[in-house]
């Protein structure tokens, strides 16, 4: 049986396509690309003469015979417009569909903005989540934070510059101040990684607002250290009382530190402020 490749390609840099990639696209008879106009300008660059078939989100269904046809007469090798196929990007019902027929699935391994962004982050890498793009809805993203919020591995998303925003304030208010790094255009000529905690990540892209791809890399939430008493929380409840930080913002900055339950130093802050 033949074989479909699925051929990681850069995300950015050229130079990142590896040998054993470039081998693949020459010798496959068939190029099935996300963006055929996309794909066209890295075949062009290293001198790839191969057929390409668009297939994409929009008509993987109605193109997967087409492929699996392909696949009866040779090898073929499927590429996103960037990055590992499969990741965010149309290949899950190909890879079934090839491994139902009986044809071999064969991953060349290479660029992954995740992994890249991961790896560079500066926090734990010994476990890690990767949960794609948030929703879209408010709604929608505050029930995936909550549900992955006591998660104890680092948190790998991917958002878009325009609502980069309100993902991070809603990060700061269901998962607390916690350690976190952005990267922007990853390998490419403006490459970016900002670390901070969330709240310093905010003050930031608003001075400074983001655009490009972006890579959203958080700790897990961490054991708290023995839980303060009550001075101490009292204490660092009125330091940071005066903080542009609502409410709700600095009980979840708070909980993370103190071992105190949101709930608990909310309501502690509305003593204090009702004095």
């Known amino acids: 049986m033949s074989t479909l490749y699925l051929v990681a390609t850069p995300i950015g840099n050229l130079e990142d396509i590896s040998f054993r990639a470039v081998r693949i696209l020459q010798d496959v008879h068939l190029v099935a690309a996300e963006d055929t106009r996309q794909t066209a300008k890295l075949l062009q660059r290293f001198d790839i003469h191969t057929p390409s078939l668009s297939y994409h989100e929009h008509n993987k269904l109605v193109r997967l015979e087409q492929v699996l046809e392909a696949l009866k007469e040779g090898d073929v090798a499927l590429v996103s417009d960037a990055g590992t196929p499969g990741l965010n990007d149309p290949g899950y019902e190909l890879v079934r569909a090839a491994?139902?027929?009986?044809?071999?699935?064969?991953?060349?391994?290479?660029?992954?903005?995740?992994?890249?962004?991961?790896?560079?982050?500066?926090?734990?890498?010994?476990?890690?989540?990767?949960?794609?793009?948030?929703?879209?809805?408010?709604?929608?993203?505050?029930?995936?934070?909550?549900?992955?919020?006591?998660?104890?591995?680092?948190?790998?998303?991917?958002?878009?510059?325009?609502?980069?925003?309100?993902?991070?304030?809603?990060?700061?208010?269901?998962?607390?101040?916690?350690?976190?790094?952005?990267?922007?255009?990853?390998?490419?000529?403006?490459?970016?990684?900002?670390?901070?905690?969330?709240?310093?990540?905010?003050?930031?892209?608003?001075?400074?607002?983001?655009?490009?791809?972006?890579?959203?890399?958080i700790s897990g939430k961490t054991a708290p250290a023995e839980r303060w008493n009550e001075e101490r929380l009292s204490a660092a409840l009125k330091a940071n009382i005066i903080s542009q930080l609502s409410s709700s913002q600095l009980a979840a900055q708070l909980a993370e530190q103190s071992g105190w339950s949101r709930r608990e130093i909310y309501q502690q802050l509305l003593k204090i402020r009702g004095k």
């Open 99 to 217: 491994i139902e027929e009986g044809h071999i699935v064969s991953p060349i391994p290479g660029p992954s903005a995740p992994i890249a962004a991961l790896v560079a982050s500066g926090l734990p890498t010994d476990a890690f989540l990767y949960l794609g793009y948030l929703p879209r809805k408010s709604n929608d993203r505050r029930r995936v934070l909550k549900r992955v919020a006591d998660y104890p591995f680092t948190l790998i998303f991917l958002e878009t510059p325009h609502r980069l925003m309100r993902s991070l304030q809603e990060m700061l208010d269901l998962l607390g101040d916690r350690p976190v790094a952005v990267g922007r255009e990853l390998t490419k000529l403006h490459e970016e990684i900002y670390r901070g905690n969330l709240g310093q990540v905010i003050g930031h892209f608003t001075e400074s607002p983001p655009r490009g791809e972006l890579t959203l890399v």
